[in-house]
């Protein structure tokens, strides 16, 4: 694409109260694409600092991996917000901001005096995003979440997990649901943004998580407002409402890969075989009476056990690259490893280097939004606990005086 | 006997904040159609471009009203695609048109109506937007600050942009599927294409970006998102302890299952409760949240272990832990369990599925997460609301999905401008 030019948000100042993913995350894109993000810590810093890993094992609040992730290219202040001189700085900021990120639980937001109605009052134009386990109000508003129990009440959980249901469903990796509420919350920034630009005014944005879960089992729903059928979780393959077959194989490095096989499609199985013909693994698959969609279905567990010989006989990589060649929809099944020497991602410059003070260099997956006429900032190292308290509120009280002269 | 007045299909103008905001979107299949409904949903005049020889997948997966249920994948190929359920819940809100992109006709209409909209959308296999002729650079001379929304698994650049995938081919891609499951076993991955739901908000996102910009400079701008790369930024800090630590993901205990390596959480897990195959999940993080559990539990004895005695003693010993939690939450209704522990301040909560949510859940009843509207095919149906509350904003619903090729005449003639018997040969000729 064309050289970008300029950043998104550059401009847009941004006051994050969040205390978990959920907020954490919306922050990090907007400071990504140039907002400015001040990220307001209490003294001991961020919860999200006390979560490892850590970088070369140093447990402190400066080196924990889990906010390098979710809070780089931001600053951090420290304010006390039980004290009122802490919230005093706060409204201060929030006076020059265009954007409050809050993630604090309505009793949490009663308790320190700052529920996300009040923040709204600190300017007209203030847009205030809340991401909330269940949202501002309803009978569950004050009930306790995590990622995990999100999914649970959510009801994408009851989608994942194995065959075997003497196992309870399993969650997911990689804090979804908190992902699955920022995505909402950008979103709903985005509108509220425009809506601003047009109106000059601002808006609170209350997003539950537990709402966008209940939304986010895709197929779950529609499979029961229309035939009114529940789906079955199925070892890493869609959840249905009657069992279906296996659709990850082992290869022989020990890792797999993703396929489907549709044997009722009349145009895949002529790919499939020729591909196992080209290696002499199809054994008996050749038989012209295998053309024959019904014979498939009638022999499919005869056909699964070919096929997973098939790829236990290759590596995985050879098998993703050979099947994509052949136009067929299958996926390796990468490690987070496996993804630093992806030929493609590499090509496209996806991971970057972040500097940091004491650790070397490290790669950062990239930002996911890519524009011809616009560019994302350059990925700098997260913030230090307090590192730009003094800039920050030096600038911010001499901005209030600015503003009441 | 009188007729049931005639469902109500007129076209208004919209509301919301897209309102004026014309959009030409060739997007289909899961995540382009759920991309685009987010701009129908609030405002924006999405016209869905369908083909009738290539009918949209969501039209033909086997989910209808009143029929038993089949698996997706045993769709019958002469299914009515104006009963698809799927398709009525992703594309409620938008018109719908259909093209003949293979004819020359159909592809000069195809750019007429691209020349009087704002934003172009599509998700297809990279390259056959450019068969059409319809790259960037000839949607500007079309419609000059044109956003072009483009979406697809791996980008609109290298080695791998043409490669096909799915919701499922992108988690295995990502590194989603391998990071999820039971240590020492093959994954479970994801019960669900996750990543047509994740990738579909990031590339709505995009579009929303690239309108804001537009708004201060007057100027458009491609957009390439690629779901794979979307699914990478979702890994979460384990991606940074392989960068940063050198710490690879492949060994002997990970993934952890449903227990938790980062915080030292202990109970964390999901417990068997009464009923088939019925699960709760209770996260217990703190000394605070510890002693409400034992106080939900009537402080047996076994909660006095000292091997129970401290966070950091519970995390070394979840095994025993576990055992216990899970004989005294397998007699007993989860909900009722959820209640209980909620009460004394405890995070948990009932594995729910769609009959919960939809009959049971008051939270999800309260905010009103789902909403009703008529079908003339269909009939009354439920759809998923797009979670978002504002106080100053709403969804604007106006219409459920549209019929195939329902509002040709309004969009064709209306919009682009086509004579009567001008449409009247687009049709003889097999290009509508």
Partial sequence: MAGPDGLLFEGLTVVELATDPGGEIVGKILAELGADVVKVEPPEGSPTRAVGPYAHGRADADHSLNFWFYDHN??????????????????????????CITTFRPPEARALGLEAADLRKASPRLIVVSITPFGLDGPWADWQSSDLVGLALGSPLNSCGYDDHTIPPIRPGGDQGYQSAASFGQMGLMLAL???????????????????????????????????????????????PTPTQPAIFQCGDDRYVYFVMFVADQKQWPVLLDWMQSKDLA????????????????????????????????????????????????????????????AHLQARGFFVEVEHDDVPPALYPGVPFRFSAFGSAPLTRAPKLGEHTAEVLEAARSGASERSR | MQDAPALDRSIRPRRGPLAGIRVADFCWMGVGSVATRLLADFGAEVIKIEDRIRIDTPRRLPIYKGEPARNFGEERLDADPDRGGLFNNYCRNKLG??????????RELAE????????????????VMERWGLTYERLRELSPSVIYARMSGYGHSGPH??????????????????????????????????????????????????????????????????????????????????????????????????????????????????????????????????????????KPGWTDDPRFASQEERYAHQDELDTHLGEWTAGRDPVETTELLQSHGVPAGTVQNAQDLNERDPQVAHREVFFEMDHPVIGEARFEGTPIHFDHLGQDNWRSGPLLGEDNEYVFKQIVGVSDEEYDELQAEGVL
């Avoid at chain 1, 012209?288 to 006989?313: G, K, M, S, W």
């Avoid at chain 2, 048109?97 to 159909?106: C, F, Q, S």
């Avoid at chain 2, 007429?112 to 390259?127: D, K, M, T, W």
């Fill in chain 2, 161 to 298: 942009a043409e490669f096909r995938s799915y919701g499922p081919v992108v988690q295995a891609v990502s590194g989603l599927s391998a990071i999820s499951g039971l240590p020492g076993r093959e994954p479970s991955g994801w019960g669900l294409s996750y990543m047509d739901n994740q990738a579909a908000y990031y590339n709505s996102t995009a579009i929303l970006m690239a309108i804001y910009r537009r708004n201060r400079t007057g100027e458009g701008t491609e957009i390439d998102v690629s779901a794979v790369e979307a699914g990478i930024n979702l890994l979460g800090p384990t991606m940074l302890d392989v960068t940063v630590n050198g710490r690879s993901t492949k060994r002997p205990d990970f993934p952890t299952g449903n227990r938790l390596e980062w915080p030292h959480a202990a109970p964390h897990g999901v417990y068997p409760a009464l009923g088939e195959d019925r699960w709760i999940a209770i996260a217990v993080f703190d000394d605070d949240q510890w002693t409400g559990l034992v106080g939900a539990l009537g």
């Fill in chain 1, 194 to 240: 425009l809506h601003r630009d047009e109106t000059g005014e601002g808006q609170l944005v209350d997003i539950a998580m537990h709402d966008c879960l209940a939304v986010g089992a895709e197929l779950a729903n529609p499979y029961w407002f229309y035939p009114g059928v529940l789906v079955h979780r199925q070892t890493c393959r869609h959840a249905q």
């Fill in chain 2, 97 to 106: 048109v259909t093209i003949n992109m293979r004819t020359k006709h159909g």
């Fill in chain 1, 74 to 99: 931001k600053r951090s202040v420290v304010l006390d917000l039980t004290t009122a001189e802490g919230k005093a700085d706060l409204h201060r900021l929030l006076a020059g901001a265009d954007v």
């Fill in chain 1, 283 to 342: 054994v008996d698959l050749d038989d012209p009476a295998y053309l024959d969609a019904a014979h498939r279905q009638a022999n499919f567990d005869h056909i699964q056990e070919v096929v997973e010989v098939f790829f236990l006989l290759q590596t995985a990589d050879e098998a993703y690259l050979e099947g994509q060649a052949r136009n067929l929809p299958i996926g390796v099944v990468n490690h987070p490893d496996d993804l630093l020497d992806d």
């Fill in chain 2, 112 to 127: 007429r109506l691209i020349a009087r909209s704002s934003v172009v959308s599509e998700n297809f296999a990279p390259g």
